[in-house]
């Protein structure tokens, strides 16, 4: 059973920084790819940032020079750093893993979220 465990979330001022932290059960060498996902209040699940397991990685372009996405293999773990918060960014983030098997099969993963409230 896949575990992703995200914290690192909080209040923080416009202009500051918070870095999130989603901790994986098992290797994350299995995962073809980790991300972070956002979800504020009244809109839809979206993609932030993600990272494959060859490094590359792809940003929403709403984060695009902000944030950076890194993952430590050895300790099992993604990161998200976020820097020049903006109200906007206020959402719960979650960490997301897919093991991709072929075009029609791939394993999803999610964490249980953890909230970032970027006050004005």
């Known amino acids: 059973q896949v575990q992703l465990v995200e914290s690192g979330g909080g209040l923080v001022q416009a202009g500051g920084s918070l870095r999130l932290t989603c901790a994986a059960s098992g290797n994350i060498f299995s995962f073809n790819r980790m991300g972070w996902y956002r979800q504020a209040p009244g809109k839809q699940r979206e993609l932030v940032a993600s990272i494959t397991s060859g490094g590359s990685t792809n940003y929403s372009d709403a984060v695009k020079g902000r944030f950076t996405i890194s993952r430590d293999n050895a300790e099992n773990t993604v990161y998200l750093q976020m820097n020049s918060l903006k109200p906007e960014d206020t959402a719960v983030y979650y960490c997301?893993?897919?093991?991709?098997?072929?075009?029609?099969?791939?394993?999803?993963?999610w964490g249980q979220g953890t909230q970032a409230t970027v006050s004005s």
């Open positions: 997301n893993a897919e093991r991709i098997w072929s075009v029609l099969r791939r394993d999803v993963y």
